[in-house]
């Protein structure tokens, strides 16, 4: 994956107004908490999730157990064909809103889990 990213993981200190706080810089935007670090995602809404979205996620399969998965502020629930694909890669995953999904995440981060994210922006 190319682009702008903070190559280390980290604690997500705060979310809102179209962005996050993490690693002491802020992001506009959706993220992709990886184990190759924290990156800007190219999500604005849940419709936009697709096996092109998440391919990063996938490259990484072997080092994550657990992908959280923070649709908005609305609940979503993630399509069939794409539960399979994770199931495939033996990566359990949860969807949940993005606050619900951050505070995991960082609960889980801080214990050593292999935990990853993908977060969509909300205001």
Known sequence: MSGRHLP????????GKGGF??????????LLCLPSGVWAWPVAQAS???????????????DIGLFLLGAG??????PEALAD???????NVETSRTGTAVSTYNILLGEGRRVAAGFIAVD
Request: cysteine-free.
């Open 21 to 30: 706080r993490f690693g002491g810089m802020s992001h506009r935007g959706s």
């Open 73 to 78: 502020r609305d609940r979503w629930i993630m």
């Open 8 to 15: 280390q993981r980290v604690p997500i200190d705060g979310y």
């Open 48 to 62: 936009d999730i697709d096996e092109q979205t998440l391919q990063p996620v996938f490259a990484e399969a072997a």
């Open 85 to 91: 694909r994770f199931r495939e890669l033996k990566i």
